[in-house]
């Protein structure tokens, strides 16, 4: 019922985009890697965590930013072939270094340590240090999720956004996911920057040639924008609750800080200033935890407790301007259901940059394998 409903109110993407195929462009994004000498396990890893963006309707962390990870690697910014080393570890806790490589790989590797830790101990926390961007943080959350674990991720960025009362790029859009397993699907999956909206987005509007729909970011003398090339060549985006401190943009740029505190001073990973895409070891930061459910309570209770919650949020009064009250995780989860049956819709001033990665690469035939 209520994927019928989700799926009748998506417009279809106007003519500039055409919709692949998603077990085909993750198997070419799994191909590309692996003729960049990446090993086909370590592939089909990034494929996943690319395509799993795009089906969710996170697009800004899916294909649009193969580009960038091609070519770090082939300037050698991202090491192609790595070796995960544990630096310090104990029962319930470890801390990695993942030697410059794919961060996809190495945050999938930490969460699994995890895991395995919460399996046995109650509790698993992995701090990670030395690796790269590794797409939509949900990902590595719905992993402990499907281990009937809670999942909580965090990590650290480059400095993209003003902090509050000041000018210029800062601080890290530093995201955020919680992840917890329910009855029914969709799992509950909190997934956001601390910006007010990620540079992914802000990369995609320009290369669309949009404006953006809101002032999300300032120029260089603090005026707020709606130029996208002015937000990433020399202005800032703003925190999450926007300029100044009246709707909370000072909580914003704490919760920033609080992440780089954890994945950045703590793991020994770079911060702020310290991350840098110039040089090697471009050493972002994670943050990984999965809590293991029945260590604390049943899992048929907590699953009931969580459907108690569900049904109590959706009973409250909704909005008069409101469509529907949605619970994190809602709409990513049917955004993937259409997607599959539809196909993913890519724009095609991005299809043509993944057209000549695909010719740079001699995998011309496979590329063209990917429209639905």
Not at 49 to 67: E, M, W
Not at 160 to 189: C, D, E, Q, S, W
Not at 346 to 370: G, R
């Amino acid at each position: 019922m209520i994927f019928e409903y989700f799926e009748k109110t998506i417009p279809e993407p106007p003519e500039s985009y055409i919709r692949v195929d998603a077990e085909r462009l993750r198997k070419f994004i799994s191909l590309v890697f692996q003729r960049l000498g990446v090993s086909k396990e370590d592939s089909k890893i990034v494929a996943d965590v690319l395509v799993t963006a795009n089906l969710f309707g996170f697009d800004s962390h899916g294909v649009q930013k193969l580009r960038r990870y091609v070519d770090f690697i082939r300037n050698g910014l991202i090491k192609a072939k790595f070796q995960i080393k544990i630096v310090r570890e104990g029962d319930v806790y470890a801390v990695i270094d993942g030697d410059s490589g794919l961060g996809h790989v190495v945050a999938y590797r930490s969460m699994e340590i995890a895991i395995n830790k919460a399996l046995k101990h109650g509790i698993g926390v992995v701090g990670v240090r030395n690796s790269d961007h590794f797409g939509i943080a949900g990902y590595y959350a719905l992993m402990a999720v499907k281990k009937n674990m809670i999942g909580i991720v965090l990590t650290n960025t480059r400095p993209l956004v003003a902090y509050t009362n000041t000018i210029g790029k800062g601080i890290g859009t530093n995201p955020i996911a919680i992840g917890a397993p329910t009855r029914n699907p969709p799992p509950y999956l909190f997934d956001c920057a601390t910006s007010i909206v990620s540079v992914g987005k802000i990369q995609v509007l320009a290369k669309e040639g949009k404006k953006m729909p809101f002032k999300w970011g300032i120029d260089t003398r603090g005026e707020l924008t709606d130029d996208p090339e002015i937000v990433l060549r020399e202005g800032a985006l703003l925190p999450l609750g926007g300029l100044g401190e009246a709707l909370g943009g000072h909580k914003g740029s704490g919760l920033s800080l609080s992440i780089d505190i954890l994945c950045g001073i703590l793991t020994g990973a770079g911060w702020g200033p310290h991350i840098t895409y110039k040089r090697r070891p471009i050493n972002i930061g994670h943050f990984m935890a999965a809590i293991n459910i029945e260590k604390f309570i049943s899992l048929q209770e907590f699953l009931n407790r969580m459907e108690e919650l569900r049904a109590y949020i959706k009973s409250l009064p909704k909005h008069p301007k409101a469509n529907r009250i949605w619970i994190p995780g809602e709409k990513s989860w049917l955004t993937m259901q259409t997607r599959l049956k539809k196909g993913i819709p890519i724009h095609k001033a991005i299809m043509k940059d993944i057209e000549k990665i695909a010719k740079e690469l001699d995998l011309e035939s496979e590329v063209k394998n990917l429209i639905k």
